[in-house]
């Protein structure tokens, strides 16, 4: 379950890298669904959460904006794998109400985790900013603020089901790339067509 957890929350981190960060630090701070180690308590510190979450609304309102969320992603391609590392790391050492005995895998060796969700984000941040401009430049940038608010979305709904309920991110990774299939496949048929 704990592989879920950290799967999870490195996936949404690669769409939102704050959504994760800030929902791991509130929840563990404000509620008994997250209890962060020792190593990661430094999540919960009320500084850290209100740097994050002032960097969350600046990710927010650049991710709407046409043009700028290309400028953005870029940015955060460093941001977002860095941050999967952290979630995956802390979310995998966590006590959870899914997982009530983190121990095997993030024991096993502290930085396999972390190494595991810097890819993980890094592979879901690289495809977002792949599907991005191909979808600005279809629709003239209308689609900047659609697919920004189903990707907020789809951050929190996977933050939420990977700490209650880590089964459900096999469906929503599943889900994503069935997604992002389509929207390749579409752009493949259209750059064929003309």
Do not use: C
Request: charged share 10%; hydrophobic share 60%.
């Amino acid at each position: 379950m704990e592989l879920l957890t950290g799967f999870g929350l490195a996936t949404a981190a690669g769409l939102n890298a704050y959504i994760p960060l800030l929902a791991l630090g509130l929840l563990s701070r404000f509620t008994d669904l997250v209890s962060l180690p020792h190593g990661w308590a430094w999540l919960e510190n009320g500084w850290v959460m209100a740097i994050v979450a002032i960097l969350l609304v600046v990710e927010v309102v650049a991710d709407k904006v046409p043009a700028l969320d290309s400028v953005n992603d870029v940015i955060q391609t460093f941001v977002r794998p860095t941050a999967g590392g952290i979630v995956f790391g802390s979310g995998t050492a966590a006590q959870t109400s899914a997982v009530t005995d983190p121990g095997a895998f993030a024991q096993s060796g502290q930085w396999i985790p972390i190494a595991v969700g810097v890819v993980t984000a890094l592979v879901v941040s690289l495809t977002k900013s792949t599907v991005r401009p191909a979808a600005n430049v279809a629709t003239a940038g209308v689609a900047a603020p659609v697919l920004s608010t189903i990707e907020d979305v789809a951050s929190v709904g996977l933050v939420f089901a990977a700490i209650l309920l880590p089964v459900l991110v096999l469906v929503g990774v599943i889900l994503l790339g069935w997604a992002v299939f389509r929207i390749l496949r579409r752009r493949r048929r259209k750059a064929a067509a003309g």
